[in-house]
């Protein structure tokens, strides 16, 4: 099973990026899904996290302008991100955790210039 993330890109502060992660193979129990970033030279961090049951949780910083989703499907997780600021410049990362353990993807480079 894998997890395979796409939509990273370049972008001016103030424009949008749309990621996506699609799974490969099936996953069982299912605790939550979210996006993880590494900004240069720094550690991973969370960004956003959705729960099995549909509740969500932001980082402080992109609160009101980050929003993560699931499609209907349930399968593949989804991140808008609106007014993009040049902080937000990092490798971002999807991940599953499970109850057996976390899965990530490769990870897909995000750059805000100023």
């Known amino acids: 099973v894998q997890l395979q993330a796409s939509g990273g890109g370049l972008r001016q502060a103030g424009g949008s990026l749309r990621l996506s992660c699609a799974p490969s193979?099936?996953?069982?129990?299912?605790?939550?899904k979210g996006w993880y970033r590494q900004p240069p030279g720094k550690q991973r961090e969370p960004v956003a996290v959705?729960?099995?049951?549909?509740?969500?949780n932001y980082a402080d910083s992109v609160k009101g302008r980050f929003t993560i989703s699931r499609d209907n499907a349930e399968t593949t997780l989804n991140l808008q991100m609106n007014n993009l600021k040049p902080e937000d410049t990092a490798v971002y990362f999807c991940?599953?955790?499970?109850?057996?353990?976390?899965?990530w993807g490769q990870g897909t480079q995000v750059t805000v210039s100023s």
């Open positions: 991940n599953y955790r499970t109850v057996a353990r976390d899965y």
């Open positions: 193979g099936r996953f069982f129990n299912i605790r939550s």
């Open positions: 959705i729960s099995s049951s549909g509740m969500t």
